[in-house]
């Protein structure tokens, strides 16, 4: 097991493509001091300890989801419960991971 997949990450470039592809909604679970210094266009800011209560706002935009973070340990810890949710999610670790696949 990788690193990443002891955080319910793991996955590879191509499942961010995918994703990105079928119009995933990246989701950056950094802080906003650390979401300005850089993140992925187009992605939101929803700090990890306030995803419990935005279930419902991510379940709304109906559509598949990308959790990013610094490191991947953050995002990894958003994907397990947005999967408990129901929510179709995968952990894009470093949020550079998926800024390099967006224009």
Not at 59 to 64: D, E, P, R
Request: hydrophobic letters at 40%.
């Amino acid at each position: 097991m990788s690193f990443f997949g002891l955080f319910g990450g793991g996955n590879e470039g191509s499942s961010i493509e995918e994703y990105l592809k079928e119009g995933a909604v990246v989701i950056d679970v950094r802080t906003a001091e650390e979401f300005a210094s850089g993140h992925v266009n187009g992605s939101k800011n929803m700090v990890l300890n306030t995803i419990p209560t935005k279930v419902k706002e991510i379940k709304a935009f109906n559509k598949k989801v990308i959790a990013v973070c610094r490191s991947g340990a953050r995002s990894g810890q958003a994907t397990s419960f947005l999967k408990q949710q129901g929510i179709d999610v995968i952990n894009g670790g470093p949020w550079q991971n998926v800024a390099k696949f967006v224009k």
